[in-house]
């Protein structure tokens, strides 16, 4: 660039009247933090090209969806139980494209939204028998991320060949495909 530019963009400053600040009314603002608050943001956790206009046309026949650009859209509920119900019930995905999603936060901008993490049900295969309880699995979870949830099946049913617990990975670390899991005793 322009060197001379660049000096007079690094001078410019606010007029008094750009700097004045403006003072929106809270008429009818509650209505709308109340709306607001029973919302999600979601954003398809992808770099390869996918069918927005058909994954948008999906999620409206089953949620009230807004995109508010950049590949981020705001789903909006009318009860606090149907928002739990797509939190509790995810991971949620169109085309092998996983869809995050995080709460509304008062304040939020479009700008600001970060996803940390996807909540993920992992399968544990393999384990002792003696392994097959609770309290490993969840030990294991913890390993793995922050536990959401431990799938009881495996401890009350006929089926133990695998142990699942729901967890919330961490987006900036790779997903693991396989580990190693220690007993007690180190073995």
């Not at 919302?39 to 996918?50: E, K, M």
């Not at 948008?56 to 909006?76: E, N």
């Not at 996807?118 to 699995?137: K, M, N, R, Y």
Request: glycine share 6%; net charge neutral.
């Amino acid at each position: 660039m322009d060197s001379d530019f660049l000096e007079r963009v690094q001078k410019i400053t606010l007029t008094k009247d750009e700097g004045e600040v403006i003072k929106v009314k809270s008429t009818h603002r509650d209505k709308i933090l109340e709306a607001c608050s029973l919302s999600l943001l979601g954003h398809f956790l992808t770099t390869r090209p996918y069918n927005q206009s058909a994954a948008k046309s999906l999620l409206r026949s089953v949620w009230k969806i807004v995109d508010v650009g950049d590949g981020l859209f705001q789903f909006k509920f009318t009860l606090e139980s149907q928002l739990k119900w797509v939190i509790q019930n995810g991971p949620w995905s169109f085309e092998n494209h996983p869809l995050v999603l995080r709460r509304w936060e008062r304040g939020m901008t479009a700008g600001m939204v970060m996803f940390n993490s996807i909540p993920l049900w992992v399968q544990v295969w393999g384990l002792p028998f003696d392994l097959i309880s609770e309290e490993a699995t969840r030990d294991i979870g913890e390993g793995l991320g922050i536990v959401v949830e431990v799938d009881n099946k495996a401890f009350s049913s006929e089926q133990a060949r695998f142990v699942r617990v729901r967890v919330k990975i961490p987006l900036d670390k790779p997903l693991r495909q396989s580990g190693v899991v220690a007993n007690p005793e180190g073995n």
